[in-house]
């Protein structure tokens, strides 16, 4: 252990933690998803696969008050635990990979973790991949902090956790290996490819051991689809989804945004900010049962079709303010499996009406289900391959590739369109993150001029009196600088170099302590990019 810490672990050293970090994302995965399970058998008799029609014949005193109850001890947690009262998910992953050398944050992850299954256990209308993403998170930073991992391999030991979470979560390992590379670490890392794929097929065996080898939904029937003349309703189907998807996530956003104002007028508790969405869950269970949970039982209605056209728009409708109601109200759990039933339904309303309006050159409504609910999905994470793969893989149907790829494709390019970035680079936008322009727009904001600094007894620094002649007519660096505001300083005072002061406390005057050279900076900001780049094509 002593020489991994100190020379970093070896090829084979780190594939094999790369299988045994998807083993313990894996059996992270296992006991969130059995955990979840036994909370609703404790407090609704039944899990996801029936839960939907069981909840609807408990009373109704019972289905208001169980998620306002979930909602505060969601809240109680998260007041305890985290500084900010939020649940960490997919973004704050994202943000470790990027910006923290691969870690995240433990004690908080934790927390969210235990917020999350509370929250899916007791009504909560999300879904369960966020909260196991974070989680198989918290083991590869456990582990890259055991061995001190560098940033590149704590950011590939991410990468492994991710996959295998992700395929233990969905029984989908090429999924899951790709969805870590396209939503994670946002590009595709080559030297992690295959501790990546390791780690995804140890989460796969996890979950294969407990469940089988069932995939999660399946067609009732063969498709039977007239390819050509179908395949223009495929393309409007991924307009539609687009739109279906940026008016969910924008009501996601517009829900936060108004629980911030209305606990800031009433000036209520923040723990009690859950409890008050759980108790409008509830008020919206009694006529709706079908919003509480990861909305399994919905998901394989629409795929059936055994929901009619009145139904599925409504539905669809009460299940987006349910999400909405949840996440903007901050209880735990992700937005992914939402997505699933949100487009499931979209797209068996759309066949219903499509094989209506031409039924000699229709096929079956359930390829529309199927075709809508990858077509959402995709738009909402923004990552349409590993969104298509998780699909076809959960289904086990593979002939409707066409249809899915063709409603993926357009519903991508719309909601890009109409959103810009996916769902969680919008979370981490809005909390003043961006990373949605690639590492040489956010790499200079994170990278100070500290290492650069040339003190003024160096060897290396300009002559004293120089330093001190340019400090009164030009901008002043702090060593705690970026060198996103630095490279501009630079640019418009034509310098070579710009004095740096500081002070030894926040009452003290500042003195001057050295210089930073021009090209000092632009070295530094090209060695970042060459090792961001090392990582990609290494």
């Known amino acids: 252990m002593r020489i991994v810490r100190e020379r970093g672990p070896s090829k084979v050293q780190f594939w094999l933690l790369a299988l045994l970090i998807g083993i313990g994302a894996g059996l992270a995965t296992l006991g969130f998803r059995l955990g979840i399970s036994q909370l609703q058998h404790a407090v609704y008799g039944a899990d996801d696969v029936t839960l939907a029609s069981i909840a609807g014949g408990l009373p109704w005193a019972w289905v208001l008050v169980v998620p306002a109850l979930g909602g505060l001890a969601v809240g109680i947690i998260l007041d305890r635990f985290t500084p900010d009262a939020r649940v960490r998910a997919v973004s704050d992953v994202i943000e470790g990979a990027a910006l923290d050398g691969g ?141 279906v998807a940026a008016a969910t996530m924008s009501a996601i956003f517009r829900a936060d945004r108004l629980a911030i104002r209305f606990m800031a007028l009433t000036r209520w508790p923040r723990w009690s900010l859950p409890a008050l969405a759980g108790l409008a869950l509830g008020m919206i269970a009694i006529p709706f049962p079908h919003i509480i949970g990861v909305g399994y039982q919905t998901t394989v209605a629409a795929l059936s079709g055994q929901i009619g056209l009145t139904e599925a728009i409504l539905f669809a409708a009460v299940k987006a303010l349910a999400v909405a109601i949840t996440l903007g109200g901050r209880m735990g759990g992700g937005v992914f499996s939402p997505a699933l039933v949100m487009g499931s339904l979209t797209g068996l309303a ?139 300083l630079f640019e418009r005072s034509g310098v070579a170099f710009l004095p740096v002061m500081a002070s030894d406390g926040p009452d003290a005057p500042s003195r001057l302590i050295g210089s930073v050279h021009h090209v000092d900076v632009l070295r530094t900001l090209n060695r970042a990019l060459e090792e961001t780049a090392a990582e990609e094509h290494g």
């Not at 994670?184 to 995804?200: E, K, M, S, Y």
């Not at 009732?220 to 409007?236: C, N, Q, R, T």
């Not at 349409?384 to 998780?390: G, Q």
Request: proline share 6%; aromatic share 6%; glycine share 8%.
């Open 350 to 488: 759309f066949g219903i009406i499509a094989t209506a309006l031409v039924p000699g050159h229709s096929g079956s409504v359930h390829v529309y289900a199927f075709a809508g609910m990858a077509a959402v999905g995709a738009a909402v994470l923004g990552a349409p391959i590993s969104t298509a793969l998780i699909v076809f893989e959960m289904t086990g149907d593979w002939q409707t590739g066409i249809a899915v790829m063709t409603a993926v494709s357009l519903s991508s390019a719309l909601a890009s369109r109409l959103v810009r970035r996916s769902f969680f680079l919008t979370q981490l936008e809005q909390r003043g993150i961006r990373l949605s322009k690639g590492p040489q727009a956010w790499l200079p904001h994170q990278l100070r001029i500290t290492p650069v600094v040339r003190l003024l007894e160096a060897d290396d620094a300009p002559a004293e009196d120089l330093v001190r002649a340019l400090a009164e007519k030009a901008p002043i660096l702090s060593p705690t600088t970026t060198l996103a505001e630095a490279l501009p």
């Open 103 to 243: 870690r995240v944050e433990i004690r908080e992850g934790l927390a969210s973790a235990a917020a999350s299954l509370i929250t899916l256990g007791t009504g909560g209308s999300s879904g369960r991949e966020g909260p196991v993403v974070h989680l198989a998170g918290v083991v590869s930073t456990a582990v890259a902090q055991r061995i001190n991992a560098s940033p590149m391999t704590g950011r590939e030991l991410l990468g492994c956790a991710v996959a295998g979470a992700v395929a233990a979560s969905f029984n989908a390992p090429i999924a899951g290996a790709l969805f870590a590379h396209e939503v994670v670490l946002r590009h595709f890392a080559t030297r992690a490819f295959a501790p990546i794929a390791i780690a995804a097929v140890a989460g796969t065996v996890i979950n294969r051991l407990q469940f089988g080898g069932l995939t999660e939904y399946s067609l009732p029937i063969e498709p039977d689809m007239a390819l050509y003349a179908e395949l223009p309703a495929f393309m409007v189907l991924g307009l539609v989804s687009a739109l």
